[in-house]
């Protein structure tokens, strides 16, 4: 053999010992475990995000454009300073509603109320020791009703940063109308709530099943884990860049994880749970008003068109809800109207539990419609519903990790944006969405990282279908019975990740369901899931956007 040939032979040789080497290097390390954690996981000495801490994730890279909307959208959403609650935590400087007052301002150039004016309440706080308060932060919610006329509007609450707030509501009926404020958090409780989650997920434990033939274990999950001596399965979504980490378990692959559940933490009691109390103490407690708290409103002889209120979705009047913001919310009160509205079309839900109340409510209501849950006993579906009749198809399915309703197989949980990736659309496709309640008691980086991957799979499904009707359903209102609760999932989180997702959809081809003043505005009890007058008015909404009236 001579000399060239033996060289080419070691090159192909030593070419192959490199490739051998590299396969085995990749499978171990990336497809196995991380031996030693990296990244979301690291410790930060300093940050400038409100509940920093020594230990904190490192979430999804973002290009440089991402990371200024994101700048943006945290200035967006930046809850007013406080000063600080010396230790140890007393409710003496604390925001008392029962001292506090709210008074109906007099209507701008005199004379009576009419409908379609817009109506001012100031609201002027105290603390505990009777003290006027100097700077701002309370977290209040105001509506305006008639529970007569099962009539309600949301007010927009402005705060003055000096102890008083503006609450401001369109008057949209004939008749009486009472004010009604309500004090969700003082001020003293909000940094708190900011440091309840900060940087990393809190008060829930989440977990995933392996299991191969007779051995089984159960190992913590997360967007970031701390980094300990036990290795780490590493199942970060490979299209979204959606991180997720399993502790890898001690005798089994991380290829063998089968199930996913999680737990709520114990709360831990803090001198904190002081600024927590309900029963008319410091959370959830009405102020009442100096004076009168209703007004009569009289009709105009030139009525105000219900068009493009500023700042208002809409409002209720004998129990059904009328938009504000251009689109006439038709009654769909039979099968009939709402076969016929749905007839060819194919709607794809994806969500949370609170998207699936809507497949619910149509299975109830077609007795046509056909739901089957493709022999998966949990909640989290999937879903397919289908009439024959009216060529109707209906699919539920929710929402990628983190979720936090009972037991689900790992593969059923899929991301929204891959799910819409595979999506052809067109004029008869419906896509609804809504992804909210599961990730309140994490940092607002992972809500933003979510919402943007989602976002860019719309965007792209609407540039190859531009026909596509994709609706997109906020967060609601809802009151929990427990202090604990409420700081994992209350009102306050849920109303920062409704702004982000509002403000990071504007300008694109989508129609909003406003489930935050939907359930503010309405006089039934705010909850989780709200109760069935409700989801009939969303669901009227959802059709006429699908079948506007012409």
């Not at 033996?6 to 196995?32: D, M």
């Not at 505005?521 to 909404?541: C, F, G, S, T, W």
Request: some cysteine; glycine content about 6%.
């Amino acid at each position: 053999m001579d000399t060239a040939w033996k060289g080419f032979l070691k090159s192909g040789i030593i070419l192959l010992f490199l490739s051998s080497f590299v396969y085995i290097f990749y499978h171990i390390n990336f497809l196995e475990f991380q031996k030693t954690p990296k990244p979301p996981f690291k410790n930060m000495s300093v940050s400038s995000d409100p509940g920093s801490n020594q230990n904190s994730c490192t979430f999804r890279w973002l290009s440089p454009k991402e990371i200024h909307e994101e700048n943006i959208l945290l200035d967006s959403i930046a809850w007013p300073n406080t000063p600080s609650v010396p230790a140890p935590v007393s409710l003496e400087g604390t925001s008392n509603a029962a001292r506090s007052k709210f008074v109906i301002l007099p209507r701008p150039g005199g004379g009576s109320w009419l409908v379609g004016d817009q109506l001012e309440v100031m609201i002027k706080m105290f603390d505990f020791k009777g003290h006027p308060k100097n700077h701002g932060g309370d977290f209040f919610l105001a509506r305006l009703h008639n529970r007569a006329l099962q009539a309600g509007v949301a007010g927009q609450v402005v705060d003055h940063l000096n102890g008083t707030y503006s609450a401001v509501f369109f008057l949209p009926w004939e008749g009486k109308s009472e004010v009604e404020v309500t004090l969700v958090h003082p001020s003293e409780a909000i940094p708190f709530l900011q440091r309840f989650s900060g940087e990393r997920p809190n008060g829930m434990d989440y977990y995933s099943t392996f299991q191969s033939g007779s051995l089984t274990d159960t190992t913590l999950c997360n967007v970031c884990l701390p980094p300990t001596q036990q290795p780490q399965c590493n199942y970060t979504d490979l299209n979204t860049g959606e991180l997720w980490f399993c502790y890898k378990p001690q005798n089994l692959s991380c290829d063998t994880r089968i199930k996913h559940f999680h737990k709520i933490r114990k709360p831990i009691k803090a001198e904190e749970d002081i600024l927590f109390k309900r029963n008319g103490v410091t959370m959830n407690v009405r102020i009442p008003a100096s004076g009168p708290a209703h007004v009569t409103a009289f009709l105009k002889k030139k009525a105000r068109s219900n068009k493009d209120i500023p700042g208002t979705a809409g409002y209720y009047y004998k129990g059904l809800w009328s938009s504000l913001s251009g689109t006439r919310v038709q009654q769909f009160n039979n099968a009939s109207a709402i076969s016929q509205c749905l007839k060819d079309k194919v709607v794809l839900m994806y969500g949370d539990s609170t998207i699936r109340q809507w497949l619910d409510f149509l299975s109830e209501e077609l007795a046509d419609l056909r739901v089957y849950n493709l022999h998966i006993t949990t909640q989290f579906g999937p879903f397919v519903a289908l009439d024959h009749v009216n060529n109707i198809y209906v699919t539920f399915r929710c929402h990628g990790l983190p979720v936090c309703a009972g037991t689900s197989p790992v593969t059923e949980l899929h991301y929204v944006a891959n799910e819409l990736n595979g999506i052809a659309g067109g004029k008869n496709t419906v896509v609804v969405i809504g992804v909210w309640a599961h990730l309140t008691s994490f940092p607002i980086k992972v809500y933003i990282r979510r919402i943007m991957s989602i976002r860019k799979a719309v965007v792209r499904l609407l540039a190859r279908a531009p026909d596509t009707r994709i609706i997109i359903r906020t967060a609601n209102l809802k009151q929990f019975p427990t202090r604990f609760l409420a700081q994992l999932s209350g009102d306050w989180p849920s109303l920062q990740r409704d702004k982000i997702l509002r403000t990071m959809f504007k300008g694109i081809n989508v129609y909003f369901v406003d489930a935050w003043e939907m359930t503010l505005a309405h006089y039934l009890k705010h909850e989780l899931h709200p109760q069935r007058p409700i989801i009939k008015n969303m669901i009227d909404v959802v059709l006429s956007y699908i079948c506007p009236s012409k």
